[in-house]
């Protein structure tokens, strides 16, 4: 099968009115780009607490948020390419002190840098790309990921935490910083949230260590449908069973919120919670294993919204 987004009818998410999706670039651009179709009912949470690469990079020289993961989800949901996608999604080759870096992220900073709310900023750039869903910033003040690890010591910065070899005590937000008002109404008002896929402690969990975030979950009575990764994590959470993320989030916001979880369908699978609903079907895409085709992955959430009768 294609890994081509079917405009076919979807029983359950065509009734939905609102969806909001937390997570990093890559799995939460993916979800944005299988969901397109809800257009302005649609809202990306993404993280912004990435130090690598052309992120880190500008957040080293420049200061401010980090802009990769919602440059990504800006590039991965846009339905019609155009010169202006590609300019935005450009990256500079060579060896000067452009190479590496992505126009994207230039464009961004530089919108930060003129006082624009990052959120209006993200507003602006998806004007430009005819984008329809929303994508905001889980907060729009500067922060990083932090760990503390079972010697006691501490570290922080996304890449270090992704580096290490044993699984850290507890993650935290250095500073705690407030989320983005834009994020939390989108989560009051969901009918629907979903959670990844992505790395787990530096995409995922970010966001739910915002006091505002962590509170509108507790309250909120919308489905909560947790989406497993297809490959294994090249990072400390690698070890962690479905059970243990599903633990970790409740544990997190301080409830139990997953009502389900979407997962590939693997006969000799032995980590499925009984305490919530699983759909396991096909989800890799033809090209990349590790990547969700976007036509399965939105006929597993359906399907699933089913089981946990939504309607």
Known sequence: MTDLIRHSRHENLDEIKHIAAIGGGHGLGRVMSALSFMQER??????????????GRIRTEQGGIAWGDLRNCLNQIITEPSTASSLFEYRFSGSGALAG??????????LENMHIRPTEGVNLIRDLLRVKSFIVPMSESPVHLAATLHSGSSIVGEVGIDQLTELPKAVFLVPLVQ???????????????????????????????????????????????????????RSPAAGLSLQ???????????????????????????????????????LRADDVSYR????????????????????
């Open 244 to 282: 243990d993320r599903i633990n970790w989030i409740n544990h997190t916001v301080g409830k139990d919120i997953i009502d389900g979880a979407v997962v590939q369908f693997d006969p000799n699978r032995r980590d499925e919670p009984a305490s919530i609903k699983i759909m396991a079907r096909r």
């Open 179 to 233: 989320a983005t008002p834009e994020a939390v109404h989108a989560l009051n008002q969901a009918e629907v949230i979903l959670f990844g896929p992505g790395s787990f402690l530096t995409s995922i969990v970010p966001p739910l260590l915002l006091s505002e975030i962590a509170d509108a979950l507790k309250h909120s009575t919308a489905k909560k449908i947790f989406i497993d990764n297809l490959g294994v994590e």
């Open 101 to 110: 870096h992505n126009l994207g992220n230039l464009m961004l900073k530089a």
């Open 42 to 55: 649609l809202t990306g949470i993404v993280t912004t607490t990435d130090n690598g690469g052309s992120t």
């Open 292 to 311: 969700h085709d976007r036509t399965l992955l939105c006929q597993a959430i359906d399907e699933l919204l089913g089981e946990l009768n939504y309607r």
